[in-house]
């Protein structure tokens, strides 16, 4: 079992693929606040953007809300995945997006 579950965690290494897997995002900033990210809709805002979604990425895109004025410099936020509740909602991609992403990945 242990070869299996090496192998599924080696394959999450973008967001695609914690979407496809159904996991969220957990987001830590340094100052200390959390914000949970649905995977899917993560992935599809920097599809949209076309932005490098693999996860050593997507901290560099990311800000805290409270610290973005700050003029002191910050570490960017840490990225996990998880399973926890989504705390801030994203707007999801339509079907025909969604199942085409699916569809790549199917076989």
Same mark, same amino acid.
């Given at each position: 079992m242990t070869e299996t579950r090496d192998w599924y #965690?080696?394959?999450l290494t973008h967001l695609q693929f914690l979407a496809l897997y159904k996991w969220n995002v957990r987001v830590t900033c340094d100052c200390g606040r959390t914000a949970v990210f649905s995977g899917a809709g993560l992935w599809w805002?920097?599809?949209?953007?076309? @932005?490098? #979604?693999r996860l050593q990425d997507v901290p560099k895109r990311l800000t805290c809300n409270a610290c973005k004025f700050d003029r002191r410099p910050r570490k960017p936020p840490r990225c996990e995945k998880t399973r926890d509740e989504v705390t801030h909602?994203?707007?999801?991609? #339509? #079907?025909?997006? @969604?199942r085409k992403m699916v569809s790549r990945y199917r076989s």
């Open positions: #965690d080696a394959r805002r920097f599809e949209r953007k076309h @932005w490098s #979604d909602p994203l707007p999801m991609p #339509d #079907d025909r997006e @969604w």
